[in-house]
């Protein structure tokens, strides 16, 4: 492998240009081409970047084969539209090309499964976008949850509001089944994971509900809210809201419970501090915006990059993302169907 990596970017629209300028920042990697819909809004999005990052040199290409096709490129990051991850993952795979996936990595359990099998067979590294991980405020509470500050965990609970409407432009493709799929599945997913993640448990069995309101202003080809119930192989539950109808300030809140403590947010107490009398709270940067310039791509795509140098495997890498995707597909034939699912249902599909 030659000291730079080249990188490329297919699908320029939102989050791309996120994962362009990780690619710039990186000492390791140079993002040689990208490609998009259109040769001409893909020049439109460097113009864009230039005013941040160093766009000089970059190839727009007029397809996919052709950016897979260039033996310089070892890494793609994939930021297209969700219908289109499983069929250009699994032709970067084929092509031999490490691959950073935008969430949903697909939109049903075939996909799912078709693009497990792929990646696995080219022995590709992956990472998948569930960057929230690196957010300070995730880490500063997984970091209180491991050191036992507030004992053995019993319920958590995080819950994604953002109302995503023609005021952004992903609203257009976002609203319809095709694309959005589902609250969860279209955002939601976020804040799903971290329950997840947090409990540090696998997830038995979930029960879900999910309406429209009843006008449906922003138009909606499928329920746009959710609430879900998960329960723990722990013994721990867990609860998922998800709205992108939403109206009002984004909001991504966490309340976890533990034998010794209460999380909530940046605030905690702890039983085994002492003589603590109230909330404490800890200065951190917390998941308060929903731009993805607020996001830490730049942290997950730097791991990605050491994991492609030194060989190792990513954490969020797609074998994990498929765990927190099945939940959500259960969740929503839960919604669907009106009754609970287990997980062994979905893992046996």
């Not at 049903?108 to 990472?127: D, F, I, W, Y």
């Not at 038995?204 to 138009?219: G, H, M």
Request: glycine content about 8%; some cysteine.
């Amino acid at each position: 492998m030659s000291e730079t990596i080249g990188a490329a970017v297919i699908g320029m629209g939102w989050a791309a240009g996120e994962h362009f300028k990780a690619y710039q920042n990186n000492p390791h990697t140079r993002v040689l081409s990208v490609c998009s819909r259109t040769c001409e809004g893909a020049r439109a999005k460097l113009a864009e970047l230039s005013a941040e990052t160093e766009v000089e040199g970059v190839e727009v290409c007029a397809s996919v084969d052709e950016v897979l096709a260039n033996p310089d490129i070892q890494v793609v990051s994939i930021t297209s539209p969700p219908s289109c991850h499983v069929e250009q993952a699994i032709a970067a795979a084929r092509a031999g090309k490490h691959i950073c996936l935008e969430k949903p990595i697909a939109l049903n359990l075939p996909g799912l499964r078709r693009l497990q099998r792929e990646v696995a067979a080219a022995g590709v590294k992956t990472a998948v976008c569930l960057e929230c991980h690196y957010n300070p405020e995730v880490i500063t509470i997984k970091n209180l949850i491991d050191q036992g500050l507030i004992g053995e965990v019993y319920y958590l609970e995080s819950d994604y509001y953002h109302g995503i409407g023609p005021w952004y432009k992903q609203w257009a493709w976002n609203v319809t089944v095709e694309e959005g799929g589902s609250a969860l599945l279209s955002a939601g997913i976020h804040a799903l994971d971290l329950v997840m993640y947090l409990a540090g448990s696998e997830v038995v069995e979930v029960a879900s509900y999910a309406c429209t309101s009843p006008n449906n202003p922003l138009q909606y080809a499928y329920p746009p809210n959710s609430v879900t119930i998960m329960r723990f192989a722990s013994g721990a539950v867990g609860k998922c809201a998800a709205s992108i109808e939403y109206r009002g300030p984004y909001y991504f809140p966490f309340e976890i419970h533990g034998e010794a403590g209460t999380i909530r947010d940046n605030q905690f107490f702890s039983t085994k501090l002492g003589g603590q009398k109230g909330m404490a709270t800890i200065p951190t940067i917390l998941l308060d915006s929903g731009d993805v310039t607020h996001h830490p791509y730049q942290d997950e795509i730097d791991e990605l990059v050491e994991c492609i140098r030194t060989g190792r495997e990513h954490p969020i890498n797609l074998d994990y993302a498929v765990r927190t995707h099945e939940v959500v597909f259960a969740a929503d034939r839960s919604a669907a169907e009106g009754r609970m699912v287990r997980l062994e249902e979905i893992r046996a599909t």
